[in-house]
Structures are given as structure tokens and as C-alpha cells.
């Protein structure tokens, strides 16, 4: 069992920069691939981007790629978001998710292949 517990959001003006932290429980976070969703009003989960166990590999959505990073510390069972260059269509409920994989470069983009979700946290980019 892992519990996922999402920081960081906020609002902020457009063109600006937030980072999500996820911090997560138990000492087999390493075990996970971990990810990162968001929710629009309205709107279906989508997801934002992914990292492999060793946070060798990662993946993210088109729409986001070379403005958010994505990374890890598994000593300190944390997941990180850095948003930059922020978009009023950025605005969202972002959650965390961990996957279950075998390999330590696996990234996982299905949101059916996540095992457990954090509760998420509200990003508000105003224009």
C-alpha cells in the first residue's frame, strides 16, 4: 500500500512557474513508476507526464513537453513537477499516481496501468 500526497499548487500568472511535490509513504517507493495527471473542469484525466523507478527515463503529453519537468528522489520518496511557462490551459487538478513495473526504466502513460492516486491539488493559471 502506498499513500501519495500532493503540494505545491496555487494560483499564478501566465507565464510563470509552480512545482508539485508528491511525497509518498512506506520505504518501496523506489519500486514504482510514478507519474503525474490532471483533471480540467468538465474535462476527462489526461495524462501530463512519467518517470521510470531510477528516473532514468521519462516521458510527458505533447502539450507540456519543454515546459514541465519531471523528476525524483527516492531518498526522500518524493516526486517532483517544475511547471514553467505556465498556460490559463494548464489549469487543473493535478494528481500523482505510482505504478507497479518490473523494470527500473519503464515509464507508464495509461491511467489504468497506475495502482494508487493521490487526492490532488489545484493549479490555477490566470491570464
Known amino acids: 500500500q502506498v499513500q501519495l500526497v500532493e503540494s505545491g499548487g496555487g494560483l499564478v500568472q501566465a507565464d510563470g512557474s509552480l512545482r508539485l511535490s508528491c511525497a509518498a509513504s512506506?520505504?518501496?517507493?523506489?519500486?514504482?513508476?510514478m507519474g503525474w495527471f490532471r483533471q480540467a473542469a468538465g474535462k476527462e484525466r489526461e495524462f501530463v507526464a512519467s518517470?521510470?523507478?531510477?528516473?532514468?527515463?521519462?516521458s510527458y503529453a505533447d502539450s507540456v513537453k519543454g515546459r514541465f519537468t519531471i523528476s525524483r528522489d527516492n531518498a526522500k520518496n518524493t516526486v517532483y513537477l517544475q511547471m514553467n511557462s505556465l498556460k490559463p490551459e494548464d489549469t487543473a487538478v493535478y494528481y500523482c499516481?505510482?505504478?507497479?513495473?518490473?523494470?527500473?526504466?519503464?515509464?507508464?502513460?495509461?491511467?489504468?496501468?497506475?495502482?494508487?492516486w493521490g487526492q490532488g491539488t489545484q493549479v490555477t493559471v490566470s491570464s
Open positions: 512506506g520505504r518501496t517507493f523506489s519500486r514504482y513508476a
Open positions: 518517470i521510470s523507478r531510477s528516473g532514468a527515463s521519462t
Open positions: 499516481a505510482a505504478a507497479t513495473t518490473s523494470t527500473l526504466l519503464s515509464v507508464v502513460v495509461t491511467t489504468n496501468n497506475y495502482d494508487y
